[in-house]
């Protein structure tokens, strides 16, 4: 898959534990995720007012939780939490 959102250079990469979800962060202040088996965006999170975006890891909250969190840094440095409801 070509996987196309970001406008600016790309800072961030990070793939999920289990292998099915990318986040990218970005010069352009967007994080992008992305569900790897189809290749299709899964959401974007704007944080322009917080300039680009430089770092992003994954993070487990619970053992076995039906939610993925991560988290994300700004070159602003604020850090940001990100916690969503997977669909399985």
Request: charged content about 15%; proline content about 3%; aromatic content about 6%.
């Amino acid at each position: 898959h070509t996987l196309i959102h970001h406008t600016k250079p790309i800072n961030t990469l990070k793939i999920s534990s289990d292998g099915t979800t990318l986040i990218s962060g970005a010069d352009d202040g967007t994080l992008a995720v992305w569900d790897l088996g189809s290749g299709k965006r899964i959401q974007i999170i704007s944080v322009i007012f917080n300039r680009p975006v430089s770092a992003a890891t994954w993070t487990p909250l619970a053992a076995n939780s039906l939610a993925e969190t991560f988290i994300f840094g700004c070159s602003n440095g604020s850090l940001h939490m990100y916690h969503r409801a997977r669909c399985d």
